[in-house]
């Protein structure tokens, strides 16, 4: 293990402690950096020897986005819109093809680092759309370009979902058993640690807030099972060298003059209510969906689904594995990816592929 030197002794005094339970425990994340830690320090070894099964749950962004909203971009791409994202999204598979492909073909499509970059292209272009996709990691960014006026050619088609949400809904469902969750760190430094204390209120399901270290999720495990051990259920903050009780208050402030509340599908999951940040009407000239109403018309009556064979959705729910889907290594691979999970570098499968 290439851990810090300074952390080697609670490290190794962590693992022996958790070795000594005579039981198991399946914890969930929502992560793609923890899951890189985990795999990369190969952290889910030393978990398995301490019968703790670590799952990755709906932890990446791009990975969790419907296949209804990346055929919405590639739509307006087709119509002369000049399209800005991420560069991981641009690969990631429609029905036919991606946008990558259609800059293939000489449609603009721009890779942006953020949402800055894309209202520098408004000045230079005629129409241009941003995909804004992200957690409440991102989504302050937007909140605040979208409250700087930003050109009235600039619309944004907005992806952005909160975390909690989500996880309630999984616990609702019930389709895996889970003894806790760690929280994931970029989010909580925007939220906070207030917004997922329901959840153990409700669900009795101990959570803690942990940063990207080895020493972190170790001592982030650690902690959940204690309080299982105190047969206890609270949110606990591993990560309060980065991460408030009251989260990021100006953040937060911004994105509640922007977004309200709404519904939404998950890619993997049903419609979750209130999980969706909804432009308030106040700001929906900058709403591609509204400002575009007419040539989205086409998708409105159309079932999309997910890739023929992959199982993308259920790896976001943490029912499979990456392994367990057939597709894995095998026709889908980072450089034929069929799901965004091998697209995305926080996805569960890309992440698999390039460590294992």
Not at 89 to 98: A, K, L, W
Not at 161 to 184: A, F
Not at 323 to 338: A, M
Request: hydrophobic share 35%; aromatic share 8%.
């Amino acid at each position: 293990m290439s851990f810090y030197l300074r952390d080697k002794k609670l490290s190794e005094k962590i693992v022996h402690d958790l070795k000594k339970m005579n039981q198991k425990f399946q914890i969930m994340h929502v992560c793609g950096t923890h899951q890189d830690t985990i795999v990369r320090f190969g952290l889910h070894h030393l978990f398995n020897q301490c019968n703790i099964k670590i799952l990755q749950g709906p932890g990446c962004p791009i990975c969790v986005t419907t296949p209804q909203e990346i055929e919405e971009c590639l739509l307006l791409a087709r119509a002369g819109k000049t399209i800005a994202t991420f560069g991981d999204m641009i690969r990631v598979p429609g029905e036919r093809e991606s946008l990558k492909s259609l800059r293939e073909q000489g449609y603009d499509i721009n890779i942006v680092y953020g949402i800055h970059d894309a209202v520098k292209l408004a000045h230079k272009k005629k129409e241009v759309v941003f995909m804004a996709i992200g957690f409440e990691t991102t989504a302050p960014s937007t909140a605040s370009i979208l409250l700087n006026n930003p050109p009235p050619n600039f619309s944004i088609l907005n992806c952005h979902r909160y975390v909690p949400q989500v996880l309630q809904h999984i616990m609702k469902q019930g389709d895996i058993q889970l003894d806790g969750i760690i929280e994931p760190g970029h989010v909580s430094a925007i939220i906070g640690v207030h917004p997922y204390e329901f959840l153990s209120r409700a669900y009795g399901i101990p959570q803690v807030v942990t940063g990207f270290e080895p020493v972190d999720l170790l001592m982030g495990v650690w902690m959940i099972i204690q309080q299982i051990r105190k047969n206890t259920a609270r949110v606990e903050n591993e990560y309060s060298r980065v991460v408030k009780y009251e989260g990021n208050i100006k953040a937060l402030a911004i994105m509640k003059k922007i977004f309200t509340p709404g519904d939404i599908k998950w890619r993997g999951f049903p419609v979750i209510p209130n999980s969706f940040m909804a432009l308030r009407e106040e700001f929906w000239e900058y709403d591609a969906r509204i400002k575009y109403e007419d040539l989205l018309q086409e998708l409105s009556n159309q079932e999309l689904k997910e890739p023929p064979g992959c199982r993308c959705g259920e790896v976001l729910r943490g029912i499979i594995s990456s392994h367990e889907c057939p597709l894995f290594g095998k026709q889908c691979t980072p450089l034929t990816p069929v799901g965004p999970c091998m697209v995305s570098r926080e996805g569960s499968c890309n992440i698999e592929y390039r460590y294992r």
